[in-house]
């Protein structure tokens, strides 16, 4: 950092301004608008000056700057382009122990002036250190369109109840959480829309409960369903939720395009598989949503598909009832609903099946605990999820159990993404199949006629994401 910024308290203070330009004129009023005492030497005064020259605290003196006019602590503002008048007054200025700033020359200045975004009582000042003022300048501009000047409003307020926050409640961090958590909720929203007196009234009220109850009402966790992959099937309930949290939990199975839909300025947590091949536990997953929400955050916890559907999300939010942390859930489109409209392959079908049975392929060392003689039923089908690794034990047992090797079955394979694959073989043939394609997954496996109807029913082009051309 080249320079030190800071804001300095110019009430009644002494400022020196040498120029008669526009420059010199700005540099006037900005130091007015900060309650500086102004002395502005130039041998006329121009158009420039004429909303200043009445302010109680500005002085002119037709003449150039002595030596006595200069005092330690003081500022002064050099904006002329007269080499030999700069020298002078800059000279004059340091040897009274003055700061000295000259208009557009960093290497003879003491200090810079920013561009400022001026919210009052917000104000932001940009430097670029001298290396280009047109940069700070772009980036003011950028600011100016990104904080309404309404935060002014919203700065006036909150200045106006920070003592009586801190006389009513005395713990500093529960404080600075009770000010992020207005700044976020319908209090900043009513002053921004320019509803003073309500978020005056609400926010009195705020801070009473608060000094009542001594602990900020507790977050909340939204247990939401992000669809298989595709961000077009995320609802707009999901959707909402994403927008407002203050914190988001994911896994492997969410999509970056889905994660691109989450609020920008919520914290990631990736609570998925780590480098050396473990989850983090069910149970740390379930305190640190508890722990997350009692510190008043909304806490999105974001889950493939759907969350009810092999995915844990059960046992999640039981953790958050048993400690009264409100939660609320929003269910997903499940894999095997997006594979199988994404494949043209109708789970049902008046032809083929009048019932379909979703279950997991999930088994340690090739044993897959099912009741198989449930599973294989005529005019049926079964949509496995967590198969592919399996799938050798699993189309064994299907035969084994009784079903035709000729059975009709299908991998839908990353379903609904642009890399989505679809292989389509028969319970003899699958693992042969697969084992070519070098599927990797998720993939969702469907076994039963209805995969015959792919043929007819194929529409999804993945690569542009719409439906092929007929
Ligand atoms: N709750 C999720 C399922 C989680 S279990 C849901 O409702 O979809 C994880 C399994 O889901 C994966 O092993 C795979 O079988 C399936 N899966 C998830 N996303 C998938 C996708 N895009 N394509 C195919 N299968 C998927």
Redesign the pocket.
């Known amino acids: 950092m080249r320079d030190l910024p800071i804001f300095l308290n110019m009430r009644e203070r002494p400022a020196v301004v040498v120029g008669v330009c526009v420059v010199a004129a700005r540099r006037a009023e900005l130091a007015l608008r900060a309650g500086a005492r102004v002395a502005v030497f130039a041998p006329t005064l121009g158009d420039e000056f004429r909303d200043l020259k009445d302010a109680p605290n500005f002085r002119w003196s037709p003449r150039d700057p002595a030596a006595a006019d200069f005092g330690p602590g003081s500022l002064c503002f050099i904006a002329t382009e007269d080499e030999a008048l700069i020298e002078r007054a800059r000279t004059m200025a340091r040897a009274a122990g003055a700061l000295v700033n000259v208009a557009d020359r960093p290497a003879l200045s003491d200090f810079i002036m920013p561009s400022i975004l001026d919210r009052s009582p917000l104000v932001i000042a940009v430097s670029t250190g001298g290396a280009s003022p047109i940069l700070g300048r772009v980036l003011k501009a950028r600011l100016e369109s990104l904080i309404p000047a309404a935060y002014g409003r919203l700065a006036d307020l909150m200045s106006g109840f920070r003592g009586r926050l801190a006389a009513a409640v005395p713990s500093q961090t529960l404080r600075r959480r009770f000010w992020e958590a207005t700044l976020e909720g319908p209090i900043a929203e009513a002053a921004l829309a320019g509803n003073l007196e309500a978020a005056n009234t609400h926010l009195a009220r705020e801070i009473e409960r608060l000094a009542a109850e001594g602990a900020l009402p507790s977050g909340e966790v939204y247990l939401v ?1 992000a ?3 595709d961000p077009d099937l995320v609802t707009f309930r999901a959707f909402r939720l994403m927008q407002k949290a203050d914190v988001v939990l994911y896994d492997r ?1 969410t ?1 970056e395009r889905i994660m691109n839909l989450v609020r920008r300025e919520a914290e990631r947590i990736y609570v998925g598989k780590r480098p050396d091949n473990h989850e983090l536990p069910q149970e740390e997953i379930s305190a640190l949503l508890v722990r997350l929400a009692k510190e008043g955050k909304r806490v999105l916890r974001l ?11 059960g046992e999640e939010i039981e953790t958050l009832a048993e400690h009264g942390v409100p939660f609320q859930v929003c269910p ?8 199988s409209s994404y494949a043209g392959i109708p789970l049902t079908h008046r032809d083929h099946a009048q019932a379909c049975v979703f279950v ?3 088994g340690k060392e090739g044993r897959i605990d099912l009741d198989w003689s449930a599973l294989i039923q005529p005019r049926q089908t079964v949509a ?6 399996n799938i050798e034990p699993l189309t064994r047992a299907f035969v084994a159990h009784g079903a035709s090797p000729d059975l009709p079955a299908a991998i ?6 642009p890399n ?1 694959r679809v292989v389509v073989a028969t319970l003899g043939t699958l693992v042969e199949r697969a084992h070519e394609a070098g599927l990797r ?5 469907i076994v039963g006629t209805v995969v015959t109807l792919r043929e007819k029913l194929d529409w999804y082009a993945p690569a542009s994401g719409v439906a092929k051309p007929s």
Not at 332 to 339: C, F, K, L, P, R
């Open positions: 369903g669809g298989p992959g199975l999509d889950k493939g598909g759907d969350p009810f559907l092999f995915g844990r999300g997903g489109v499940t894999a095997a609903i997006g594979a997991t392929g999930h496995v999820y967590m198969g592919l690794r839908i394979d990353n379903a609904t993404r989505q997954g998720p993939s969702i496996v």
